[in-house]
């Protein structure tokens, strides 16, 4: 069974050419800084922009392989957070599965402990 994580930003208006240039920027430095050759990762939907309000969308199914899901969805995690950041007044849905993924303005996407030195330990 393969789990997913999704995210979408909607808004009003359109992306500006500045904020799809900051998009193709955070897409790129993912891309390029991602370590598994053989993982999906941060991957935008061609036409998040056919949903209404819609300027971005996507999702990234999470490896099964237990050493690669953590550093997986913080990379992902981390870059649809700069996605955010980068594009002022979208209402933003992140979520893995039914599960809503928390925001904090310091912090960006994650859950609780995700970035622990050993997740797993107590």
């Known amino acids: 069974m393969s789990v997913s994580l999704y995210y979408s930003a ?9 904020e799809r240039a900051a998009v193709d920027r955070v897409v790129a430095a993912h891309l390029s800084a991602f370590p598994y050759d053989d993982t999906e990762s941060l991957c935008l939907y061609e036409d998040a922009d056919h949903e209404p309000d819609g300027i971005v969308a996507g999702s990234t199914k999470l490896p099964l392989d237990t050493d690669r899901v953590v550093p ?41 402990g995700l970035r ?4 797993g330990a107590a």
């Open 10 to 18: 909607r808004r009003p208006e359109p992306l500006t050419a500045a």
């Open 72 to 112: 997986v969805m913080i990379h992902v995690l981390d870059s649809v957070t700069e996605l955010r950041r980068a594009l002022p007044g979208a209402d933003w849905h992140v979520h893995m599965d039914d599960l809503d993924v928390d925001w904090d303005e310091t912090e960006g996407y994650g859950f609780p």
């Open 116 to 119: 622990d030195e050993d997740p």
